[in-house]
């Protein structure tokens, strides 16, 4: 599909990009290459990602001029405190002299002097994740964001990752320049209805990651989407895909396959009974891929306290 939607500062934005989280840097080159040689024009990396360099080679590669392609790359949480240099980092891996879409990737600020991207410390008899600044330090990093936004043309969009309800809407309070995406977990079991409606009464994008279920949830084997899927005589894929964008979610599905990368870009129109029986799917399970608690004992979207 070439649907874009319209962010809130008026740039458009690709409605299916090709995400590249957990793509080796040479599987990143070649899906790349792969999906923008078959009609993608939005790829969604991160610095952590590790594939910056094989994926701006794979752009300059394809010969597609730059300003045509939709970039999105992210602040890694152990460089919050100078977002300059991290930016400037950025685009030199990619080899582009702006980003269209430069996220906050968690709201967490790790310890920038550890020896580690993901640093950890010992408290009460348990490895978490080794935080600095507190529970709003977010705040102030998205004003350095904004900083670079307004002072340098090298950041076309800005906006963050990774934000819940509570999180966006107390950014919103303070910012002087507007979050124009959220880009999070989301397919259906996971799917966020809260925040969508929080993000649509706000005009801030939502971006699904793992829109797929990523590797290890149930959302492709789901009875429902199967079914849909042999309704539709398309692939479960699609069914997943095509239920975010006829809500308006930008979809960022992962691929090293060229089969699927074509099959990922496509969308159908959905009956609105069918896009119901998705919506219903998540009332009797919930998976989270993504899930700070597993990675550093964090409970980021409950409480915000260690467990
Ligand atoms: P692979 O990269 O080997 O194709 P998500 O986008 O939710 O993170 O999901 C990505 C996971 O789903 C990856 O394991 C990817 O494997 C797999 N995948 C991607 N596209 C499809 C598809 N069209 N059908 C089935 N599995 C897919």
Not at 144 to 162: D, Y
Not at 269 to 283: F, V
Request: proline letters at 4%; aromatic letters at 8%; charged letters at 25%.
């Amino acid at each position: 599909s070439s649907k874009t939607f319209t962010l809130s500062d008026g740039k458009k934005i690709p409605a299916v990009g090709l995400g590249t989280w957990q793509s080796s840097s040479e599987d990143a080159y070649n899906a790349v290459a792969t999906a923008l040689q078959n009609g993608y024009r939005h790829i969604d990396t991160a610095w952590i990602y590790g594939n910056e360099k094989e994926v701006g080679k794979a752009i300059k590669d394809s010969g597609i001029p730059r300003e045509e392609i939709f970039i999105t790359t992210k602040l890694w949480n152990t460089h919050q405190d100078d977002v300059a240099k991290a930016v400037d980092t950025s685009l030199q891996n990619l080899g582009v002299d702006y980003i269209d879409l430069y996220l906050m990737h968690w709201p967490i600020a790790f310890n920038p002097d550890a020896n580690s991207t993901f640093p950890k410390i010992e408290k009460n008899g348990k490895l978490v994740a080794d935080i600095v600044g507190g529970r709003e330090k977010y705040l102030e990093t998205w004003k350095k964001m904004e900083e670079v936004f307004t002072t340098t043309k090298k950041l076309r969009s800005i906006g963050v990752s990774n934000f819940d309800v509570n999180k966006l809407s107390k950014l919103l309070t303070v910012a002087k320049v507007k979050p124009v995406a959220d880009q999070v977990e989301s397919h259906p079991l996971l799917p966020q209805f809260e925040l969508l409606e929080f993000a649509k009464k706000h005009d801030i994008q939502i971006e699904a990651y793992s829109p797929l279920g990523s590797t290890g949830t149930s959302v492709l084997k789901n009875e429902t989407i199967i079914s849909l899927a042999k309704k539709y005589d398309v692939s479960p894929a699609t069914i997943v895909l095509s239920w975010q964008v006829s809500r308006g979610v930008v979809v960022l599905p992962k691929s090293v396959h060229k089969e699927r990368i074509i099959d990922n870009l496509k969308t159908i129109t959905l009956k609105d009974e069918d896009i119901k029986a998705i919506d219903d799917i998540s009332k009797t399970t919930t998976e989270r891929v993504c899930d700070p608690i597993k990675f550093w004992n964090y409970d980021l979207f409950g409480t915000e306290e260690y467990v």
